[in-house]
């Protein structure tokens, strides 16, 4: 399998690509920074590659390298993202513009750059990794949810679209993950001021969103769900790892909406 994949200069991309890698496959890595070509016996390989999906021209150039190289593409993980914290009030415009240019518009881009390589194919498998955050509203991080949200439907909308083509689409909801996205994560500038009305709240909010992702599920473990989706003849839709949010997402069809959300107030 010819695989991209962005985000994989750690974390759940890193992870994915070495796991493809060791089946045999060639994953093209994508991230801002490069990486480490590898190589295994049995064929597969990490060729790293310099990109920044909210650069259109990025984006196109890999595709291009990646078609003149292997002669088609079969599979992309769109992984890149990123966090930011603070309450609504104290978010600035560009602030959300930030939040969402990677974790949607640039998952949105990489996604479009793909579409014509799988059509001219007639085959092609799409993952973007969203997060039990998008079903789940978490205070102080609603910029995060939303884009989180905004990438699961965009993804389930274009699964009809380009079903016709043969294109599948996956969208892999992680839960609290053991990862570097932890200590990455921005924090609105206003939201610092120990003088907001929210301060409290939310270094008691985050405190416990990170020492829950301190203490998550391993980037390996959600790397294999995905490779698992892309060595299936048909990829599930929507895919929860671990048997703990299975079961908070089988909660949430059955709790009440208000319910909801004095639980998850409670816990954050």
Known sequence: MIILVTGASSGIGLEAAKQLMRKGACVYAASRSGGEASTTDNGGEIIP???????TEDLQAVINRICNEQGRLDAVICNAGNGLAGAVEDTSEEEIRYQMETNFFGTMKTIQACLP???QQRRGKIIVTSSIAALVPIPYQAFYSASKAAALLSLQALSMEVKPFG??????LPGDTRTGFTSARRFAAQSQDTASPYSTRLTKSI???ERDERNGMSAAFIARAMVRQLTRRRMKPVVVPGLQYKLICLALRIVPNRLKLWIVGRMY
């Open 49 to 55: 590659v310099k990109m920044d999906v909210n650069r």
């Open 207 to 209: 405190g416990k969103m």
């Open 167 to 172: 294109i599948q689409c996956c969208t892999v």
């Open 117 to 119: 390589v799988f059509r």
